[in-house]
């Protein structure tokens, strides 16, 4: 299966302030977050982002608030956002693809690939888009989404499967960030 922009949404989990320094390899996995986010926008896909918890957790990062307007964050307690009352009725069901980046992989993240799975969504994981505080529990959380059957896919794979082709303008404008 490819993406395709006109049938995938952009869901970015919990990637807030205050956990964000216990996260491994975080500047590197806010770059490709923010690479996603600035995609998604431009090829006119939708994004949402969850925060857990942000009384505790503190708000989204700066950077990625800067990426959206307030009506995409979806504030929630539960690990699984799709066990959150309101999250489900916010998708699309026309847009099935739920492209999925952001922290903690072992915890939200998973859960919530799962949650849309069992949904009948069909979840994209980004492997470098992800993050958990130890890397050991991002790479189980990984092998466990494959293992049951949710795609994991890399950053720049997810830009040029929504992009389709070179040459077009969109194209010009988002190789500038890949490069």
Not at 64 to 92: C, I, N, W, Y
Request: hydrophobic content about 45%; proline content about 5%; aromatic content about 4%.
């Amino acid at each position: 299966m490819l993406l395709e922009r006109n049938r995938s949404y952009l869901l970015v989990v919990d990637v807030q302030e205050r956990l964000m320094p216990a996260i491994a390899q975080i500047r590197s996995i806010l770059g490709r977050v923010l690479l996603l986010m600035k995609s998604a926008k431009r090829l006119g896909i939708p994004v949402m982002a969850t925060e857990h918890w942000p009384e505790s957790i503190g708000p989204l990062a700066t950077a990625v608030k800067g990426q959206l307007s307030g009506a995409e964050v979806f504030v929630k307690r539960h690990f699984d956002a799709t066990a959150s009352p309101g999250f489900s009725d916010r998708l699309d069901k026309t847009r099935p693809q739920v492209v999925i980046c952001g922290t903690e992989a072992h915890v939200c993240v998973l859960q919530t690939a799962l949650g849309l799975l069992a949904a009948g969504m069909t979840p994209v994981v980004v492997a470098d888009g992800v993050g958990s505080r130890e890397p050991a529990d991002k790479e189980v959380a990984l092998a466990r989404l494959r293992d049951a059957g949710v795609t994991v896919a890399s950053a720049e794979m997810v830009v040029f499967e929504w992009l389709g082709q070179a040459g077009t303008p969109e194209f010009r404008d988002l190789i500038t960030l890949i490069k």
